[in-house]
């Protein structure tokens, strides 16, 4: 059985730097066939790709993040980590992360998520 | 970056009704293109992915279309249980659309 879990803090202060950790099991960070991705949704609003990393450990960011964001993992763990530097209240989200799937067809997709964890960025 | 525009934002519905959402990408994507449903408080849902395959376990009511620039997801028969926000995501370099939420009429 396929599940992911984010952990991290529930509430940050500006300009300080995120830290969220994604445990996941039922499939290994070093399998070829699947990577893992951050995604986060502010309240009330859509889906907004953050990145992806995969298990050679090639990580793709989002263009307009890509200076806030580091991701890494650790296959003993079964962890991927996302830190986003600079927090500001618009980054008030729930942050989710997601299994992809790569696929010939679809290139990837995502086929498994984590319920997702509410960050607030708050003085 | 390649933008997804989704149309309509909402719409109001029946149970029984034809549900069709669009999708537009602002470049050629050729298939890769994946929906996604999501209930409040919930994680998405893969629906369907590579534009047309129907994700496993989804029922196949739900189907998808297109290539290229342009895409649509149709609900055959709205069921009470599909009333949810309807994400479409482009794998070609990984966007999402703006969302179709589908209420009840």
């Known amino acids: 059985q396929v599940t992911l879990k984010e952990s991290g803090p529930v509430l940050v202060k500006p300009t300080e730097t995120l830290t969220l950790t994604c445990t996941v099991s039922g499939f290994s960070l070093s399998d070829a066939r699947v990577g893992v991705s951050w995604i986060r949704q502010p309240p009330g609003k859509a889906l907004e790709w953050l990145a992806h990393i995969f298990s050679n450990d090639e990580k793709t960011y989002s263009t307009s993040l890509k200076s806030r964001l580091t991701a890494s993992k650790d296959i003993s763990k079964s962890q991927v980590v996302l830190t986003m530097t600079n927090m500001d209240p618009v980054d008030t989200a729930t942050y989710y992360c997601a299994r992809i799937r790569i696929g010939q067809l679809e290139r990837l997709a995502f086929d498994y998520w984590g319920q997702g964890t509410l960050v607030t960025v708050s003085s | 970056d390649i933008q997804m525009t989704q149309s309509p934002s909402s719409l109001s519905a029946s149970v029984g009704d034809r549900v069709t959402i669009s999708c537009r990408a602002s470049?050629?994507?050729?298939?890769?293109l994946n929906w996604y449903q999501q209930k409040p408080g919930m994680a998405p849902k893969l629906l369907i992915y590579?534009?047309?395959s129907l994700q496993s376990g989804v029922p196949s009511r739900f189907s998808g279309s297109g290539s290229g620039t342009d895409f649509t997801l149709t609900i055959s028969s709205l069921q009470p249980e599909d009333f949810a926000t309807y994400y479409c995501?482009?794998?070609?370099?990984?966007?999402f659309g703006g969302g179709t939420k589908v209420e009840i009429k």
């Open positions: 590579a534009a047309s």
């Open positions: 470049q050629s994507i050729s298939r890769y």
């Open positions: 995501q482009q794998s070609r370099s990984t966007s």
